[in-house]
């Protein structure tokens, strides 16, 4: 795998070839880091191609998100794939090609992630192509922020608090993961960012109507596994009111983790957080990768899978508790499936935004 400084000097190489013939569209899964690590891209390109486009494959529901748009004025449109022939190259960033079916059949020529690639997955299968996968980061936003230092490009203050939002995101305000380079990039983009707006995208979490979900997560609550618990929310609109619910978890005290499971159209999603003590990102394969995709990280994880997997005459709630509570890890360092190989690769980072049908996961 090349080295850091390699990676830097192959994407100045790629960034110098950029030519004014160049309809670029950036396609991401919208979250934080996707939308500030997409702001940057653009701001390193846009003078050196003929446009740029950030291009959303999912519709922005979250408030928080919603509220980083609209404060950041962060130019993001709907992707449709009618729209491809308007674009002759493309790029990803905080994701990969394999993460979702809207990304396939799409020449990329530039893949910049912090998730790991599965096993059997090639980065690109161009050579022109400038790929940079780097799983030892806590964000894409950092390695965003390192490209725009070594060219020497100073961030504006919007572009600054959207890299900064990505990081905190990401990493968990650096208690869930993180590293060296994270801190520095997240002190560097500190001297540049506007903290007013922070604070306020940050206040921007709940909706109202989103209350009575939290409601429901209370009398549901469940203890699991002595240290763990488990809510069941029934039928949702999108699986970010069950990430919403169970970050909300997280910050209880004696916690250590929590499932929160609910049924979004036709399919059971189960979102896992954790303290890192207990391996989520096992639990969540060991209970359910044998109905559908599961996996993740050790403090964050997810699962879904159809509702026909469930036993006719058994409630999904009822399923999901039996299997949390009595099916076994599979030993440290065995070979995932495909589902798990795909889940994990996607877990990082909190669901920002509503899936469609086709989505796959990203916890």
Request: with cysteine; glycine share 8%.
């Amino acid at each position: 795998m090349p080295g850091k400084a390699e990676h830097i000097a192959r994407f100045k190489q790629w960034r110098q070839n950029l030519n004014k013939d160049g309809r670029w569209g950036i396609l991401i899964t919208a979250d934080p880091d996707a939308l500030a690590s997409a702001m940057a891209l653009k701001r390193l390109m846009i003078h050196r191609a003929h446009s740029v486009e950030i291009l959303s494959i999912n519709e922005v529901t979250r408030p928080d998100n919603l509220a980083m748009i609209r404060y950041l004025r962060i130019p993001v449109k709907a992707w449709q794939p009618e729209m491809a022939g308007q674009f002759n190259r493309f790029a990803i960033v905080d994701s990969q090609p394999h993460h979702n079916k809207a990304f396939q059949g799409l020449p990329f020529d530039l893949i910049i992630d912090h998730h790991p690639l599965p096993p059997g997955f090639v980065c690109s299968t161009s050579p022109a192509a400038f790929c940079n996968i780097r799983p030892d980061i806590g964000a894409t936003s950092t390695m965003m922020t390192r490209f725009l230092q070594v060219l020497h490009t100073r961030p504006g203050p919007r572009l600054a608090t959207a890299l900064l939002y990505g990081i905190r995101t990401d990493t968990g305000t650096f208690e869930r993961s993180g590293g060296e380079e994270d801190l520095r990039a997240y002190q560097w983009l500190s001297r540049h960012a506007d903290k007013n707006l922070l604070r306020r995208i940050i206040r921007s979490e709940y909706l109202r109507e989103w209350l009575p979900l939290f409601s429901r997560a209370f009398r549901s609550l469940t203890d699991c596994r002595g240290s763990g618990a488990y809510a069941w929310l029934n039928e949702a609109n999108s699986a970010d009111l069950l990430v919403a619910v169970a970050d909300f978890f997280t910050k209880v005290h004696g916690l250590k983790w929590i499932a929160v499971s609910g049924i979004v159209g036709k399919t059971v999603i189960v979102i896992f957080r954790g303290d890192g003590t207990r391996d989520v990102g096992r639990l969540a394969d060991a209970c359910f990768y044998d109905v559908g995709a599961a996996g993740g990280h050790r403090n964050l994880a997810r699962a879904e899978f159809p509702l026909s997997a469930v036993s006719e005459g058994v409630k999904a709630s009822d399923f999901v508790l039996r299997r949390l509570q009595s099916r076994k890890l599979r030993p440290a360092g065995s070979a995932p499936g495909k589902a798990q190989a795909r889940a994990q690769s996607q877990a990082s980072a909190p669901l920002q935004v509503a899936a469609p049908a086709t989505d796959t996961i990203k916890g």
